[in-house]
C-alpha cells in the first residue's frame, strides 16, 4: 500500500495560508506586503512567527497573529481556495487500489468534506487524519505500520520522519511546503511532479 499525504503534495493549499495571513493582520489592523511571505517560508523552512518576526512584528504580536492564523486556517470559508495539483488526479487513477490518504488536519470534518467536494474520495481506500503537532510524525507512523504501507509520499519533514520510524520508503515531493535544496540538504532527490513517480513504477 502506498501512503501520500495532501497538503503540498496532491493539494496545492499554499494560497490558503496567505490568505488566511491576510485575514488575520487585517484583524490586528496590521498592513504588511505578503507577497514574499510562501517564498520566505519555504526557501528557508521557516514558520509564520519567522516571518512575521522579518516583517518587523515583535514577538509577542507575532505569537498573537500565529494563534489567530492557526484558528483560521482550516475554516472551511477559507479550504475553498485550495485546488488539486494538475496531475493529481492521472496519478490517483493509476494508483488506484493502492493508495491511501494520510494527513495532518486539527478539523477532520472539515478535511473529509474537502476531499468529497473535489471528488476524490473513491481513489483512495481509506483516509486517515492525525492531529496537527508534535505527535503527528509519530502518528502518521503507527498508522503507516498498521496499514502495511510500502512507500510514503509527502512534502515535509514529518512526512519523512513518519516514514523511518515506519521503516517505510519516502519520496519527497518539492513543490509544497519544502523546496528542492531543503530535501537536498538532507541527501534526498525529491520529485517536482506525482508524474514522475508514476514513470519510476
Not at 57 to 77: K, S
Request: with cysteine.
Amino acid at each position: 500500500m502506498i501512503a501520500i499525504d495532501f497538503d503540498g503534495t496532491i493539494l496545492d493549499s499554499k494560497n490558503r495560508h496567505r490568505i488566511v495571513m491576510n485575514a488575520v493582520l487585517k484583524e490586528f489592523s496590521l498592513s504588511i506586503d505578503t507577497s514574499d511571505m510562501l517564498d520566505f517560508k519555504i526557501s528557508k523552512a521557516a514558520n509564520n512567527i519567522d516571518y512575521l518576526r522579518y516583517k518587523g512584528i515583535g514577538q509577542n504580536a507575532a505569537c498573537q497573529i500565529q494563534v489567530r492564523w492557526q484558528q483560521l486556517i482550516e475554516d472551511e470559508q477559507y479550504l475553498i481556495n485550495d485546488i488539486l495539483f494538475p496531475d493529481t488526479l492521472t496519478f490517483l487513477e493509476a494508483q488506484k487500489g493502492k493508495v491511501f490518504l494520510l494527513t495532518a488536519r486539527n478539523n477532520a470534518k472539515g478535511l473529509l468534506r474537502q476531499v468529497e467536494r473535489l471528488c476524490i474520495k473513491q481513489y483512495f481506500t481509506e483516509i486517515f487524519v492525525v492531529s496537527s503537532g508534535q505527535n503527528s510524525a509519530f502518528e502518521k507512523a503507527q498508522i503507516l505500520i498498521s496499514a502495511n504501507a510500502c512507500l510514503m509520499i509527502g512534502d515535509t519533514e514529518v512526512d519523512l520522519q513518519a516514514a523511518k520510524e515506519a521503516k517505510v520508503n519516502f519520496i519527497a515531493m518539492s513543490r509544497g511546503f519544502r523546496n528542492k535544496a531543503f530535501w537536498l540538504s538532507k541527501k534526498i532527490e525529491p520529485v517536482d511532479s506525482l508524474s514522475n513517480i508514476i514513470k519510476l513504477k
